[in-house]
């Protein structure tokens, strides 16, 4: 949490993990410590990447020492630690088509997504739900699709969001919506989903046939 004490947020990320850790709880502890007494918080964000630079979100630590490896001798190495992929996927990226565009997409691929929402058409319409998210200070925008609704940042947990806890929508990605719109399921047929969990294409097609179709969803877990 932003503002909080280093002290409390290394003994709540032990106390997290301590039923994983076991007999490496101290030695995880003294990592932390260590960290916090050889990084300093930038008072200014900065996304200049360095060897002794972290930067997350939009705040920045500078250690008193490199962290990463060297960008002119190891590149694949420095910019898989700098933006958390696996090297070996890097070293593909790089290959197939070059450094620039590899660290423009994983740069990308790091940015938070957006929220999709797909409005439950049996309770609720989309002017509806566009109303109750504006009241609240929610920038909501609409899709082509006049049940799918993009929220952009939520700032909040979507649980609590206007029309949750009555049904009004549901958490869906829109090409998951639209593969489900393509397959034009009808009342009065069986529709079986073989990969249902958590169960959000099962009530777009209870959703998209009023209720009438028999929905059979299983899942391996």
């Not at 920045?60 to 190495?77: G, M």
Request: hydrophobic content about 40%; charged content about 25%.
């Amino acid at each position: 949490t932003p503002g909080a004490p280093e002290a409390a947020a290394s003994h709540a990320t032990i106390q997290s993990a301590r039923s994983l850790l076991h007999e490496r709880t101290g030695f995880a502890n003294a990592v932390l410590r260590t960290v916090q007494r050889k990084c300093n918080l930038e008072t200014s964000f900065s996304s200049e990447v360095a060897r002794k630079r972290l930067s997350i979100g939009k705040r920045s630590w500078l250690f008193d020492k490199a962290i990463f490896s060297d960008p002119e001798r190891f590149p694949v190495d420095f910019w898989a630690e700098q933006l958390s992929f696996p090297s070996a996927l890097v070293a593909r990226w790089f290959e197939a088509c070059g450094p620039e565009k590899a660290i423009t997409r994983m740069k990308a691929l790091n940015e938070i997504p957006p929220l999709w929402l797909r409005v439950n058409s049996r309770r609720a319409n989309r002017g509806e739900l566009v109303e109750a998210f504006t009241s609240e200070g929610i920038d909501v925008f609409e899709h082509p699709d006049d049940l799918i609704l993009r929220i952009q940042k939520p700032g909040r947990d979507p649980s609590t969001l206007p029309g949750f806890a009555e049904g009004l929508w549901s958490v869906q990605d829109p090409t998951s919506f639209q593969c489900l719109k393509l397959s034009r399921p009808k009342p009065g047929q069986r529709v079986l989903d073989l990969c249902a969990a958590p169960g959000g294409k099962s009530f777009a097609v209870a959703e998209l046939t009023g209720g009438e179709a028999e929905v059979v969803a299983c899942d391996i877990s």
